[in-house]
């Protein structure tokens, strides 16, 4: 399930607040919203401190055959913090590559991004 990413980051920006009720209301918002997509924080809060790495999912072989490319595909869109287009152009080569059309230029570039996700 999905998480609205403006409106979770919303309700953290309020904890700042003075008003104590207005930063109850935004905790509770934010719970809310995770139990809805059913998320743990620590699937959402991703490690940026210096010197620490970003963990990810475990980097699987990404060859050329279908199976390969899907399995890319399927693992990037699994990622919470996706920019919302890059979501949308892996959900249109997931469905170019069901139907047996997705070009050789759009396999590089997705094992391309794969790949430099994983780093």
Same mark, same amino acid.
């Given at each position: 399930?999905?998480?609205?990413?403006? $409106?979770?980051?919303? =309700?953290?920006?309020?904890?700042? &607040? %003075? @008003? /104590?009720?207005?930063?109850?209301? +935004?905790?509770? #918002?934010?719970?809310?919203?995770?139990?809805?997509?059913?998320?743990?924080?620590?699937?959402?809060?991703?490690?940026?401190?210096?010197?620490? $790495?970003?963990?990810? =999912?475990?980097?699987?072989?990404? &060859? %050329? @055959? /279908?199976?390969?490319?899907?399995? +890319?595909?399927? #693992?990037?869109?699994?990622?919470?913090?996706?920019?919302?287009?890059?979501?949308?152009?892996?959900?249109?080569?997931?469905?170019?590559?069901? $139907?047996?059309?997705? =070009?050789?230029?759009?396999?590089?570039?997705?094992?391309?991004?794969?790949?430099?996700?994983?780093?």
């Amino acid at each position: 399930m999905s998480i609205d990413r403006d $409106a979770l980051l919303a =309700a953290l920006d309020a904890l700042g &607040g %003075e @008003d /104590d009720q207005t930063v109850l209301s +935004a905790a509770r #918002a934010a719970a809310a919203m995770m139990d809805q997509a059913a998320l743990e924080w620590e699937e959402v809060l991703v490690e940026r401190l210096p010197g620490t $790495a970003v963990s990810s =999912a475990p980097a699987i072989e990404v &060859g %050329e @055959d /279908d199976a390969s490319i899907r399995k +890319a595909i399927e #693992a990037m869109l699994a990622r919470p913090s996706l920019h919302d287009g890059t979501r949308e152009d892996l959900e249109d080569f997931l469905r170019e590559l069901e $139907a047996g059309e997705l =070009a050789q230029e759009d396999r590089t570039y997705i094992m391309a991004l794969y790949q430099r996700l994983q780093d």
